[in-house]
């Protein structure tokens, strides 16, 4: 109720309406009242517009301190709370000395976190001039910028989060959407329908970048990273007319305004295109996160890649590596590519070689039907005009996005361009590496699944924007500030068994509470809108749902089918009986939401409450309507287990079981995503052991009777065994484990760390090179890449040394020479190797590795190269000799997939 306070609820037929009847639609000037701050209070606008409040408690506790009604009916919203409070109260707060007392110390402790050194500047002093842009379709930072729909925005938000911690030098772009994404109601059916807000910007915490030079005022705190970005604080009485860029789609000029908002030392730079200078259609590219059909999302990923670009550009801000998160992104490399080949007279191959050199492509997606494909008519349309000045034709960029090339109707593939484009190039957990190197595997068909060219990062998340004050009181205590000054601090997080069991389980038992009696307040509400009158009355009336003292399980995602929402419902009786125990109670909670058009995960939705009504389970099992990160965090929070049963493996990672982890919550999942490599016993449980089975519905039938079976004979018995002061000492001892082993390996500072080391810093070294003295190397580069892959047909492997079968033993070295022709390459231009690994049943050689021979002589144009094979392990091995192109600015096999093996 507190966000719509701060929404306009948008309907379009009251406009056609009135058109069509004739009548005349007023001209409307519009204008803003809100209260004025007082010069002493100007630090409330300075806290407001960083939203590191999200996740500081000191800073959040000011504007609680200064209306704490207010705020709860603004959705704990500090910008609406400013336009909403009244003169009198900021008139009383400005004469309150203990209020500006702890206003002056959030505002100073602001400050001086942003004038402080972080760990990237600390450890990487040499590294002054780096700069990142990371670009992405969505954001999840807090509840009241709803520009976020699921995991990939929660994920990207804790990034630019986990990034401002560690001092990252990274500027961040995306898009700001006018309706956000959908609010979730449910009928008394229990279907899904789905109702758009239109966002008052007045209201967020958003401000305009105005054009020109950034005012001398940004740089006032102090700032160098913030400072250097151009994204310093704005003063609130900064004049100017506002920041445009504009791009040309469907043969007509689209202009977009620049919003920014400050997460920390991060900006994160907006566009928006509901300008009076735009078309209706035009206007309505940022109207709706993944709103509409093929046109308005191609035309949203040109305006976020190519309008994006051109936001830096516009701003001064030359970022060395970019950071591509997901296909959506990828037109941002191409707007680059040209930007090079215009500005130092470039042409396609070199400028690309430059930009690719200086981008990684992160992948979410772990089935090739969840990325996007544009039809050629669209492609041409759209990009004709912009690909011509490039010089390309646009059959020429359809190849580029194309699985094959040489078919016409093969569509366009957003992730496919990012693979062509990024060399570096990186999934989110190891096991959804071993799908996407599937997935990638005809690209590089002489190539051993282990050797795609694709790395891994697991995924991690923000600890202090999840971990509830109460155990960040314990932790400050217990475990001493390092927690908080390095959330991947393993050694920080062992003082977990510092503290004492009976503290740690009081103060998760009170999370429990709060969310129990926060999940009967939700329900009210929803009762009171869905049913109404006297059958609203009568519901409410009933007894409340839930026990604060019942162990509790959380199930909240989106609600796609591979993740199996009902798969716990399969043997509705074994669940009934497993709730409904007396002596050992078990709840539920559900939420998530389902995408507009996925008719299967309503159904899911629809099928959950028909059980609860069906079977009497109300006071059991609720669903939260409109899943938000607010509702995510009390959740996570209050949970006593939390529930994943995706069908393995289609889970890219999965962020929200890492959640729980700092609130003593324990996962139950299947071993997919993070879990497959978080999991061991004594941290949580594993549903199945790991199997994937071709027969979905067997595949659901051993995964529910392993999930029930937990459930019956481990988790509710764990529980509720209590000691005789009432004490589940078994499960604290779990809780203790899953905290000290998972909190710090699953942290969003661990995750940005390998980030920065892995691929920020050698990426934006590769593209330094590549672009010194007037691109020099870049142009040298490209040619040499067309020189070798018009040689590599004269490439071959003419004669191996044969030993027979020999038999030896562990330890010892097989010598071997071959011979190779490289026509007209130079031994220095190649690589020659032998690929060796155990042998297959069929006598082919599995997963293996290269070791490289070494060059010994030359004899009419046949060279000679040596080298040994160990022998590791016993059984049956083999190896076979390949050559590779080599150069030391070129990363083999992810940009040149040119392979001659023996034959």
């Not at 993944?290 to 994006?308: C, K, P, T, V």
């Not at 764990?718 to 001892?733: E, K």
């Not at 070798?788 to 562990?810: C, I, L």
């Not at 390459?825 to 070494?854: C, H, K, M, T, W």
Request: hydrophobic content about 40%; aromatic content about 8%.
């Amino acid at each position: 109720m507190g966000q719509a306070s701060s929404v306009m609820w948008d309907n379009p037929g009251d406009r056609q309406q009135r058109l069509r009847r004739g009548g005349h639609v007023r001209k409307t000037h519009q204008f803003s009242v809100h209260p004025e701050i007082p010069e002493r209070l100007a630090g409330l606008q300075e806290l407001a517009f960083n939203l590191r409040w999200a996740w500081d408690r000191r800073a959040f506790k000011v504007f609680q301190h200064l209306d704490p009604e207010l705020l709860e009916k603004c959705a704990n919203n500090p910008v609406l709370l400013l336009r909403r409070v009244s003169k009198e109260r900021l008139a009383g707060a400005a004469g309150d000395a203990a209020f500006l007392t702890h206003l002056d110390g959030a505002v100073e402790d602001l400050r001086r976190y942003l004038a402080e050194p972080g760990w990237f500047r600390l450890t990487y002093p040499e590294r002054k001039d780096l700069r990142i842009a990371y670009f992405c379709m969505e954001f999840g930072l807090t509840a009241c910028l709803p520009i976020y729909s699921g995991g990939l925005g929660v994920l990207a938000g804790d990034h630019l989060k986990s990034a401002s911690g560690l001092d990252i030098p990274l500027v961040a772009v995306g898009l700001l959407y006018h309706k956000g994404y959908f609010v979730q109601r449910l009928d008394s059916e229990g279907w899904q329908h789905e109702n758009y807000r239109m966002l008052d910007f007045g209201t967020l915490p958003v401000r305009p970048v105005m054009a020109g030079p950034p005012s001398p005022s940004w740089h006032a705190l102090g700032v160098p990273t913030v400072e250097m970005l151009g994204a310093g604080p704005e003063p609130a009485g900064a004049t100017g007319t506002p920041l445009k860029v504009h791009v040309e789609i469907d043969g007509r000029r689209v202009w977009a305004r620049v919003w920014r908002v400050q997460v920390g030392r991060v900006p994160l730079f907006l566009l928006d295109t509901d300008l009076a200078e735009n078309d209706p259609a035009a206007r309505r590219i940022t109207s709706e996160l993944y709103g509409g059909g093929s046109e308005e999302r191609l035309a949203q990923e040109i305006m976020l890649g190519i309008g994006g670009v051109r936001v830096l550009t516009a701003l001064g801000i030359r970022a060395q590596t970019y950071h591509l998160n997901e296909g959506h992104t990828v037109f941002a490399g191409l707007e680059r590519t040209r930007e090079l080949m215009k500005q130092h007279d470039l042409t396609y191959r070199e400028a690309r070689q430059t930009t690719g050199a200086g981008t990684l492509f992160t992948t979410h997606t772990p089935v090739p039907a969840g990325f996007d494909l544009f039809p050629r008519a669209l492609i041409e349309n759209y990009l004709g005009p912009y690909l011509e000045e490039m010089g390309m034709e646009p059959a020429e960029f359809m190849r580029l996005g194309q699985i094959s090339p040489d078919d016409r109707s093969d569509e366009f593939n957003v992730a496919i361009l990012a693979l062509r484009q990024s060399p570096r190039r990186n999934s989110v957990s190891r096991l959804h590496r071993r799908v996407t190197a599937h997935m990638m595997q005809p690209g590089w068909v002489d190539f051993s699944a282990g050797e795609m060219p694709i790395e891994s990062i697991t995924n991690g998340v923000h600890t202090k924007s999840w971990v509830a004050p109460d155990m960040e009181v314990l932790f400050d205590h217990y475990l001493g500030p390092r927690w908080r000054e390095d959330t991947s601090s393993a050694d920080a997080w062992q003082r977990v068994e510092r503290i004492p069991d009976l503290e740690l389980w009081r103060t998760h038992s009170r999370l429990r509470e709060r969310l129990v009696a926060y999940v009967r307040e939700q329900t009210e509400l929803q009762t009171k809108e869905r049913l109404g009158g006297a059958r609203g009355a009568q519901a409410r009336a009933a007894a409340p749902p839930l026990r604060s003292d019942a162990l509790t399980i959380g199930f909240a995602r989106r609600f796609a089918t591979y993740k199996r929402a009902t798969l716990l419902f399969r043997d509705v009786q074994r669940l009934k009986a497993i709730l409904t125990d007396e002596a050992k109670p078990v709840q539920l909670v559900v939420a998530g939401k389902a995408h507009p058009r996925d008719g299967a995960g309503k159904d899911f939705i629809r099928e959950i409450l028909d059980v609860v009504q069906r079977e009497g389970l109300g006071a059991h099992l609720v669903f939260i309507e409109d899943y938000d990160l607010d509702k995510a965090a009390m959740l996570v929070q209050g949970v006593d287990v939390w529930l994943n049963n995706p069908r393995r493996p289609f889970e890219a990672c999965g962020t929200s079981g890492m959640k729980v982890v700092p609130n003593g919550g324990l996962n139950l999942s299947v071993l997919d995503g993070w879990w497959a490599e978080a999991y061991r016993p004594g941290v949580g449980w594993a549903i199945g052991d790991g199997q994937e089975f071709a027969h979905h519905d067997y595949q659901d039938q051993v995964d529910a009777e392993s999930l029930y079976t937990l459930l019956e004979r481990e988790v509710v018995p764990l529980f509720y065994d209590r000691d005789v002061d009432g004490v589940p000492r078994g499960w604290i001892s779990m809780m203790k484990d899953s905290i000290k082993i998972l909190a710090p390996a699953f942290s969003g500072h661990r995750m940005v760390k390998q980030y920065a080391e892995r691929y920020y810093i050698p990426a934006g070294d590769h593209y330094e090179r590549l672009a010194a003295n007037g691109f020099a190397r870049a142009r040298e580069l490209a040619a040499w890449k067309e020189r070798v892959r018009q040689a590599w047909s004269q490439v071959k492997v003419t004669w191996v040394e044969d030993h027979g079968s020999p038999d030896v033993a562990v330890g010892e070295d097989i010598p071997v020479a071959a011979k190779v022709t490289l026509g007209v390459l130079d031994p220095g231009e190649v690589i020659v190797q032998a690929f060796y690994s155990r042998l297959r049943p069929d006598g082919e050689l599995s997963n293996g590795r290269g070791i490289d021979l070494e060059w010994v002589s030359s004899d009419n144009g046949e060279h000679l190269f040596k080298g040994v094979v160990p022998s590791r392990a016993s059984g049956l091995h083999g190896y076979s000799i390949r050559v590779l192109p080599w150069h030391e600015d070129v990363l083999v096999p992810n940009e040149m997939a040119l392979v001659a093996w023996e034959e």
